[in-house]
């Protein structure tokens, strides 16, 4: 025979299960601001690595053409 079901222990354990759901929709949608944010983060130091490396290759051409590439013999 089927157990019996007190409706008070239902309406109890209904409760918790939707409080919980919420509880992780609520960190499903946190993790996601985190997640949206350090996208934006990493984007963000991306383009700066980008404009580093383009200084930092002028900054060699730069260097290359300042050093002459046939010294002259330490006699002259």
Do not use: C, F
């Not at 239902?10 to 949608?29: D, F, G, P, V």
């Not at 934006?40 to 580093?52: H, K, N, P």
Request: hydrophobic share 35%.
């Amino acid at each position: 025979m089927p157990a019996m079901h007190d409706p008070t222990d239902l309406e109890n354990r209904l409760e918790r299960m939707e409080t919980h759901a919420a509880h992780q929709e609520s960190t499903i949608q946190d993790l996601s601001d985190i997640i949206a944010g350090q996208a934006d983060t990493i984007a963000g130091l991306a383009r700066q690595v980008e404009r580093l490396k383009e200084r930092l290759l002028t900054l060699e051409d730069d260097l290359k053409m300042a050093i002459p590439k046939d010294p002259a013999p330490p006699h002259y």
